[in-house]
T-cell receptor, first 112, second 113 residues
Framework: GDSVTQMEGPVTLSEEAFLTINCTYT??????LFWYVQYPGEGLQLLLK?????DKGSNKGFEATYRKETTSFHLEKGSVQVSDSAVYFC???????????FGKGNQVVVIP | GAGVSQTPSNKVTEKGKYVELRCDPI?????LYWYRQSLGQGPEFLIY????????DSGLPNDRFFAVRPEGSVSTLKIQRTERGDSAVYLC???????????FGPGTRLTVT
């Protein structure tokens, strides 16, 4: 079925370091792709999205490009801050009906 | 304005009992979604309402799970004969339309002992 796979394990990095979180997807059609973020003690929030191939979603310094040829939607940020510490989830909407399928999430810890 | 709220925030129940989890969506949002998040996993879709009707309930794991939204606003997720495997965080989300951004509530943590 339609699904997303995120890289294993938490990510720990120093402030101002470059962040990449890998996400690959499996879908029969042309899904919309999303990154959601969950800050400590808060609910899930939409971080960015892309609805078609080669689209780039961006927000708060984060970017992700919809790559159909590699079925990927990797999240990147050039210089992380302590406030970026959170859990990040990749998700897809395979049928355009807002029924989201999420990956397992990655805990990101940014150390001052 | 107020976001999506869920009550209770925590619920501990014994195996075999019945529980109800409540979701108050953002006012005016016509679409409402329930997800379940088990430990170490991402949220898993359960059911989606458009107005009062369940537009897609294909994610409900079995017939012990049921959800209602009688007036097109508040929704209740009902679980009968709870099992230890039902322990999870139950998330509710709402969106202005069935294509709009989903806004998530803080979740209800259900523990079945």
């Amino acid at each position: 079925g339609d699904s997303v796979t995120q890289m294993e394990g938490p990510v720990t990095l120093s402030e101002e370091a470059f962040l990449t979180i890998n996400c690959t997807y499996t879908a029969t059609g042309y899904p919309s792709l999303f990154w959601y973020v969950q800050y400590p003690g808060e609910g899930l929030q939409l971080l960015l999205k892309a609805t078609k191939a080669d689209d780039k979603g961006s927000n708060k310094g984060f970017e992700a490009t919809y790559r159909k040829e590699t079925t990927s939607f990797h999240l990147e940020k050039g210089s992380v801050q302590v406030s970026d510490s959170a859990v990040y989830f990749c998700a897809l909407d395979p049928y355009g009906n807002n029924r989201l399928a999420f990956g397992k999430g990655n805990q990101v810890v940014v150390i001052p | 304005g107020a976001g999506v709220s869920q009550t209770p925030s925590n619920k501990v129940t014994e195996k075999g009992k019945y529980v109800e989890l409540r979701c108050d969506p953002i006012s005016g949002h016509t679409a409402l979604y329930w997800y379940r998040q088990s430990l170490g996993q991402g949220p898993e879709f359960l059911i989606y309402f458009q107005g009062t009707g369940a537009a897609d309930d294909s994610g409900l794991p079995n017939d012990r799970f049921f959800a209602v939204r009688p007036e097109g606003s508040v929704s209740t997720l009902k679980i009968q004969r709870t099992e230890r495997g039902d322990s999870a965080v139950y998330l509710c989300a709402s969106s202005l339309t069935d294509r709009g951004e989903q806004y998530f509530g803080p979740g209800t943590r259900l523990t079945v002992t």
